[in-house]
C-alpha cells in the first residue's frame, strides 16, 4: 500500500504513526512519523509503502548490515567479502530493536551529576558533519555534476546510493540554494569506512565517546586492511591471468608455426612433384625432336648426329643389403636432377617463348637482372651461382617451359644444390643471349597479339555477313509478299503465317497474306 508524505504540514493518523514504511525509492525503513518526514524534507522523495512486521530481513553476522531482500544480500556478499554469515530475523524485530535503543534512560539519582530538566539553556552540541560515500560521490562528478550539487544530494538522500542522488537532483535542479556549500562540510569517506564506522556506532552506544573514538579507528583500521588484502588478492588474480595468458598466446603461436610447418612441406612436396613432371614433360619433347632430326637426316641419307642417337635406359642399381632387396618395402627415393643436353640459344628461345605472356615476361625480367649481375661483378662467385631449391627461384626461372634449357644453352651448369655459370664462360655472352630472348619474346608476343586481333577482326566481320544476309532475305520475302497481294486484288480475307525458316523450323513471324474468297461479297448489295 502506497502513499505520500506531503511535509511536515501533513497529520498522519496514529495508525500510520504505528506502521513501519519503506521509501520507494531508497529502500530505508523508517519506525516512526518523524524520521518519514525529515527523510522527505531532506530528499524529496514522498513516496512511502507500508511494510509488514512479519516481512523477512536478513542480518550480516560480521558487520550488522540489514538486506531486505535476497538480492541485496547476494550484492552485499560480493561487495564485502567479510559478511559470509545472515541470520533471517523480521520486520517487528528490527522495530522492537529500535524501540529499545530509542528508549530514554533512567534517571538520575537524587544529587547526581545529571544535567537538570531546567537546564533549558543550556549550549547544544555542534552538529556532528554529514559523511557521504567518495566512490558515489566520484561517480556524479564524473557525470558532470558541480562537486556542491553532488555533495549535496548525497547528504540529503542520506548516502543512499548513486540512483537516488541522481533523482534528487533532477528533482532540484531549479533551487535557488542548489549550488550553496554546506555547512559543515560533509566527510567524504570510501564506502568500506562508512561501513565500519555505523557498525561501530550500533554495537558500542554504551560506550564513552573516547571508547567509541578509538572503536571507530580500530574500525577504519580494519577496513583500510581488509581493503589493502583485497586489493592484494585482485592483484595476485590479475598477475595469475596474466600468467595463463602469456602460456595461452605461447602454446597457440607453436600451434601456428606447426600448423605453418605442415603447409610449407606440402608446398614444398606439391613443387617436387610439380618440378618432376616438366622435367618428365621436357624430356618426352626433347626426345621427339630428337627423333624427328634423325628421321629427316635417315630421308637424305645422312647419318645422326651424336648428340640425336638413342641413349640406352640406365640399368637400375643392384641391391646391396637385405633391406634393398626387391621384396622389401619400398623407401622414399632422394630427388634426381636430369641433366639436360645443351641445344642452340635459338632453340631454348622458341621453347621458351611457347609458354604464357606473364610467366615469359617474369621469366625474362629476371634472367636480364641475372645477367645485369654477372657483368657488374664478373669475379663474385654468389652472382655465378643460383639455388633451384629456392621457391621464388624455382617458381621464375625453373618452372616455365624451357627455363633450365636456356640457362644449361648460355654456359650454365647443374650442379647438386642448384646450377652455376663457371668462369670460363664470358659475361657478354650471357647478356647477349638475354637480349636475342627479349626481342624474340617481344616479337612473338606482337605475332600471337596481332592474330588474336585478326581472328576477332574475322569473327566480326562473319558476324556482319551473316547479320546483313539475314536481313537481305526478310527483305525480299517481304517484297515477295507485296508483289503477291498486289496480284490478287485488295478483296481477299487476310491470315497471318510464320515464314519457313532455312532450317525447316518456324523462322521470324512475318504477315503473309492468305487470300480467300469471302463469301458475304458474293451477295448483291441491297
Not at 519506525?31 to 524529496?44: I, L, R, S, V, W
Request: net charge neutral; aromatic share 4%; hydrophobic share 35%.
Amino acid at each position: 500500500r502506497r502513499g505520500q508524505v506531503n511535509g511536515p504540514s501533513n497529520n498522519m493518523s496514529s495508525e500510520v504513526a504505528q506502521m513501519v514504511l519503506r521509501c520507494s525509492k531508497t529502500g530505508k525503513l523508517f519506525f516512526n512519523e518523524k524520521d518519514a518526514k525529515q527523510h522527505n524534507e531532506d530528499t524529496g522523495f514522498a513516496e512511502f509503502e507500508q511494510v509488514s512486521l512479519d516481512d523477512k530481513v536478513w542480518v550480516c553476522v560480521e558487520t550488522g548490515k540489514v538486506c531486505v531482500t535476497e538480492t541485496e544480500m547476494t550484492v552485499y556478499q560480493k561487495r564485502d567479502p567479510t559478511a559470509k554469515t545472515f541470520e533471517e530475523k523480521t520486520i517487528g524485530f528490527l522495530r522492537e530493536r529500535y524501540l529499545a535503543k530509542r528508549k530514554p534512560p533512567a534517571p538520575a539519582a537524587e544529587g547526581g551529576d545529571g544535567p537538570s530538566p531546567m537546564d533549558v539553556d543550556a549550549p547544544a552540541a555542534a552538529p556532528e558533519p554529514a559523511t557521504i560515500s567518495k566512490e558515489t560521490l566520484d561517480q556524479l562528478l564524473e557525470m558532470g555534476f558541480p562537486q556542491p550539487r553532488a555533495e549535496k544530494a548525497l547528504v540529503r538522500t542520506s548516502n543512499a546510493g548513486l540512483e537516488a542522488a541522481i533523482g534528487w537532483l533532477a528533482d532540484h535542479a531549479e533551487d535557488a540554494d542548489v549550488d550553496e556549500p554546506l555547512d559543515p562540510v560533509p566527510a567524504i569517506l570510501a564506502q568500506a569506512d562508512i561501513d565500519a564506522a555505523a557498525l561501530a556506532r550500533s554495537a558500542n552506544s554504551h560506550l564513552t565517546p573516547e571508547e567509541k573514538q578509538a572503536k571507530l579507528q580500530a574500525a577504519v583500521e580494519a577496513a583500510q586492511r581488509k581493503r589493502e588484502e583485497t586489493e592484494r588478492e585482485e592483484e595476485k588474480a590479475r598477475e595469475k591471468a596474466r600468467r595463463e595468458s602469456g602460456k595461452q598466446m605461447v602454446k597457440t603461436k607453436a600451434e601456428l608455426e606447426e600448423l605453418q610447418r605442415k603447409r610449407d612441406a606440402e608446398q614444398r612436396k606439391k613443387e617436387k612433384m610439380e618440378d618432376m613432371l616438366h622435367r618428365q614433360r621436357l624430356r618426352e619433347q626433347l626426345e621427339a625432336d630428337k627423333a624427328e632430326r634423325r628421321a629427316a637426316r635417315a630421308a637424305k641419307g645422312l647419318p645422326p648426329l651424336d648428340a640425336d642417337k638413342a641413349q640406352p635406359a640406365p640399368a637400375p642399381p643392384a641391391p646391396t643389403s637385405a633391406g634393398d632387396a626387391p621384396d622389401a618395402a619400398p623407401r622414399p627415393k632422394a630427388p634426381v636432377h636430369v641433366d639436360l643436353p645443351v641445344v642452340p640459344v635459338q632453340e631454348a628461345v622458341d621453347v621458351l617463348c611457347g609458354n604464357r605472356d606473364f610467366m615469359l615476361d617474369t621469366y625474362v625480367e629476371t634472367v636480364a637482372k641475372l645477367g645485369d649481375n654477372v657483368v657488374k661483378n664478373p669475379t663474385e662467385l654468389k652472382y655465378r651461382h643460383i639455388r633451384t631449391s629456392n621457391p621464388k627461384i624455382h617458381e621464375r626461372l625453373i618452372r616455365p617451359t624451357g627455363g633450365e634449357l636456356f640457362l644449361r644453352a648460355v654456359g650454365w651448369v647443374r650442379e647438386a644444390d642448384g646450377m652455376t655459370l663457371p668462369q670460363t664462360v664470358a659475361p657478354g655472352a650471357m647478356s647477349a643471349a638475354v637480349a636475342e630472348l627479349a626481342t624474340t619474346a617481344t616479337r612473338k608476343k606482337a605475332e600471337r597479339d596481332q592474330a588474336e586481333r585478326e581472328k576477332l577482326r574475322a569473327e566480326r566481320e562473319a558476324a556482319m555477313k551473316a547479320k546483313q544476309a539475314e536481313k537481305e532475305r526478310l527483305r525480299q520475302a517481304m517484297e515477295a509478299d507485296r508483289k503477291e497481294i498486289s496480284a490478287r486484288g485488295p478483296a481477299q480475307a487476310i491470315k497471318a503465317q510464320k515464314l519457313p525458316s532455312a532450317s525447316g523450323g518456324g523462322g521470324v513471324a512475318v504477315n503473309r497474306l492468305n487470300l480467300e474468297e469471302d463469301p458475304r461479297d458474293q451477295q448483291p448489295q441491297g
